[in-house]
């Protein structure tokens, strides 16, 4: 988890002003409940991070306070484990969605890239030729000596320098043209 998402929860478990202790890897952290929390598993001298049993959470090691006890924050257990139940749905629905926002792009790319005359290239970054005729779900590719090339378009992506490519190198497409 980036350490910018932890800020908020970092500002709701500071711990009233009290002399913070140096928080040892293996101590128990307690809540505000008097409950453990759960053991500190690494500390950096700025960041602490705690293993509640559920998530691995890293906060400032001011936000820690002292007591006979040792480590406490001003949270519970459930409490702490809700906001990073929350800052993980967070974090998977914005990873979702930029994924979906890839995927859509790649699909837009690819379309606009599937047109009669474009230039493809294998995996291999070798020339296979250019888009002769759009053949329903088929993409028919001439190649030199006039050479007919099927295969079908969830083959091809367009890759990062814009060049439509076919998920296959020029020896993967030579041998199925002869027949191995």
Known sequence: MKLGK??????AVAAAPISAQAQEVGDTVMGNDDAPIGQIIANDGTNVTIDTGTYQVPLPANSFGTSEAGPTLNITKTALEEMMAAQVAQQEAAAAEAQAAAEAAQAEALAAALVVGTPVITRDA???????????????????????????????????????????????????????
């Open 126 to 180: 070798q020339s296979l030729g250019m888009i002769d005729e759009l053949a329903g779900e088929n993409v028919v590719i001439k190649g030199e000596g006039e050479q007919l090339v099927t295969l079908p378009s969830n083959l091809f992506w367009v890759d990062d320098a814009g060049s439509l490519t076919v998920l296959a190198t020029l020896e993967q497409i030579q041998a199925a043209l002869n027949g191995g």
């Open 6 to 11: 932890v800020l908020l929860a970092a500002a």
